[in-house]
């Protein structure tokens, strides 16, 4: 079984490859393997992003033994949120450091917190240990969650953006399924029935766990390496008064008359800009809409509630009558249909276009938790609540895990792009926060049913605010959205 989950992600690696060599066919004058490398090694933050995200759900039956963490819900809940305030750390900083230091450096940075913080979770001796070295990996992915899609957003051609951006969430769903196979490939059979003190003195219970954190260290340490390859982003140059730097890097994405153009384009958007931006700026009238949308939809992204599967896939497919064991593979199947239909949105962004994908995925997400929550309510067992469940993971893959991202990195004005999107990420990783820590507090008193409607009511609610406000962005460059946009 497990060599059938090397060989499948195998496969699945070379049709990616070939979808995205195919697809910048469409480049024609433009420089397709420089901006797909690129773009490529600052994906690689959304890779760990990932990774780090969902690594611990695989690894919560093991290390709540080995902690003996199994009868208080306030440290098991602790356990699983800690990351997400090194996450709203990591958000805040973004803006700063970005507008101060530029795109890559920051990005280096969170390259380095991921390593950091994979060997320090491993070798965790003590549960306060444990807790601090998760927040300092969750700074990483706040860092890489809002760097990661804004570089790519400001050197993709505008007519590829989508797609573009898209790579960054592609590999974010990568990392999610590398992590659920290597905590299957790592993790022994866990016997049915076996006792928490059977598992604590087991190899799972000891050593399991680390090597699943561990892991992390190698994709983590290639990132930190690539990066120093990244040139910097052309429009924060132009904006912090280096039109000399940014140059070159514009004219081998897409030649001189297009790296003139595109510099005539950003310097008019950047007419009365300084170097630092003043983030009082984002409170100005005229940035309000585009702030409000983006402040939704971040939380929103969240809010539908797809993300308690991955976090906290053991309570939920035990509620469904599924074993450890069984779960981790359960967990395998919802991360190959994230990935399956993260692909479909890749190629469906730039010609079905943001507002109709975030549509589907409001109204799809609503009805299929409404079906779900039912499931739960008339105890429907196994493949009923399986099903159900890969259904959620596919319509979330293919509309707001990566619609909203794409949204957030074009939506916002160059100016402010940096600190704006610092705040719509900021808000996005409070509102998981707040995801995470109530699931079970809602479990526990509204049962599994009830908690899914709630989130299907979340997600009609969106679904009307979708329809109303979020504008179509597909085809348009950056500074013409800003024009639209901001009045």
Request: charge should be positive; hydrophobic fraction near 55%.
């Amino acid at each position: 079984m497990n060599h059938f989950f090397i060989y499948f992600a195998e496969i699945k690696i070379l049709v990616i490859l070939h979808l995205i060599l195919n697809s910048i066919q469409q480049m024609k004058n433009f420089n397709k393997s420089y901006i797909l490398g690129i773009s490529m090694v600052s994906a690689m933050g959304g890779l760990l992003f990932g990774y780090d995200w969902v690594v611990i759900g695989g690894a919560k039956p093991f290390y709540e033994r080995f902690f003996d963490i199994t009868t208080s819900a306030n440290l098991q809940a602790w356990a699983m949120s800690a990351a997400l305030i090194g996450c709203v750390i990591g958000a805040v900083t973004s803006g700063v450091v970005s507008d101060k230091f530029g795109r890559k450096w920051p990005l280096l940075l969170s390259a380095f917190l991921f390593t950091f913080s994979s060997i320090g979770t491993g070798i965790a001796s003590s549960y306060s240990i444990f807790i601090a070295f998760r927040i300092i990996g969750g700074v990483g992915i706040g860092l890489a969650s809002a760097l990661s899609p804004m570089y790519i957003a400001e050197v993709a051609p505008s007519h590829l953006r989508g797609r573009f951006v898209s790579l960054n969430q592609l590999t974010i769903v990568i990392g999610i399924l590398a992590a659920q196979v290597i905590n299957l490939l790592i993790a022994e059979k866990v016997p049915d029935g076996a006792t928490d003190e059977f598992i604590r003195a087991s190899w799972n219970g000891q050593m399991g766990w680390r090597w699943m954190f561990y892991a992390c260290a190698i994709p983590s340490a290639a990132f930190f390496l690539l990066t120093f390859l990244l040139p910097e982003s052309p429009r924060w140059l132009i904006k912090a008064g280096k039109s000399d730097k940014a140059f070159p890097t514009l004219k081998k994405i897409g030649g001189e008359e297009y790296a003139r153009e595109e510099m005539g384009n950003i310097r008019a958007t950047l007419s009365d800009a300084t170097e630092k931006t003043d983030f009082k700026l984002l409170f100005h009238p005229k940035y309000r809409v585009v702030l409000v949308i983006g402040i939704v939809l971040a939380v929103f992204q969240q809010w539908c509630g797809i993300n308690t599967v991955f976090n906290y896939a053991e309570e939920i497919f035990t509620a469904a009558g599924y074993g450890v064991s069984d779960t981790l593979f359960n967990i395998v199947i919802t991360g190959s249909v994230n990935l399956i239909f993260t692909l479909v949105a890749m190629f469906t962004v730039d010609k079905w276009g943001r507002k109709k994908l975030m549509i589907l995925g409001a109204v799809g997400l609503g009805i299929t938790y409404i079906l779900l929550g039912s499931a739960f309510y008339f105890q429907l067992k196994g493949i009923a609540v399986l099903s159900l469940v890969v259904i959620a993971i596919a319509i979330y893959a293919m509309s707001l895990a990566p619609i909203v991202w794409v949204i957030l990195s074009e939506i916002f004005p160059n100016r402010i792009r940096g600190a704006a999107m610092a705040l719509a990420t900021f808000a996005l990783w409070v509102a998981c926060f707040i995801l995470t820590y109530t699931f079970p507090l809602l479990n526990a008193s509204l049962g599994a049913a009830g908690t899914f409607w709630v989130y299907a009511a979340i997600c009609l609610i969106s679904f009307v605010f979708i329809l109303m406000k979020l504008p179509e962005t597909t085809g348009k460059s950056l500074e013409a959205l800003e024009n639209e946009l901001v009045k």
